[in-house]
């Protein structure tokens, strides 16, 4: 694969099945372009995953680095599917600037245990080589509180 001296810089969002748009995305990024794949309702995820590995060959040659790599997790997927989430990781932390990126692994704020998952999740992810040089954070989104209605 020929690759191109960086022009621009672009961020990467990728939203499981269920997952929602992330509220702080569009507040932090200026000025750069922004791909983004959205896993279809009943797409599987090997295919979520070579969705991931195309697009990244393509804002490779294309000259675009991917300063932030953003994947939403859908409450649709089993919080227990997690080989398949870290390989679809990988292949996101594959396209990251080195240095200057960063995976942001966001979701509704979980159950405790669910929390916990996600936390050793993000850990397992950051000591992979695949990440040297790449900050891996987790956001986790307040759900809405219900309506309430007053008498």
Do not use: N
């Not at 372009?33 to 040659?61: C, K, M, N, W, Y």
């Amino acid at each position: 694969m020929k690759t191109v001296e960086p022009r621009s810089h672009a961020w990467l969002i990728v939203l499981e099945d269920g997952a929602k748009w992330p509220a702080w995305v569009d507040e932090h990024r200026v000025d750069e372009d922004t791909a983004v794949i959205v896993q279809q309702p009943g797409q599987r995820q090997h295919s979520l995953i070579q969705r991931v590995r195309e697009l990244s060959v393509e804002l490779a040659t294309s000259g675009r680095s991917v300063t932030r790599a953003v994947l939403a997790v859908g409450s649709a997927a089993p919080v227990g599917q997690w080989a398949r989430r870290s390989e679809l990781s990988r292949a996101m932390l594959q396209t990251v600037s080195r240095g200057t990126g960063a995976l942001v692994i966001v979701a509704d704020d979980p159950i405790p245990r669910e929390r916990h998952e996600l936390l050793a999740f993000c850990g397992s992810l950051a000591r992979m080589p695949v990440a040297a040089g790449i900050a891996v954070l987790l956001e986790l989104e307040a759900q809405e509180a219900p309506e309430r209605r007053s008498a």
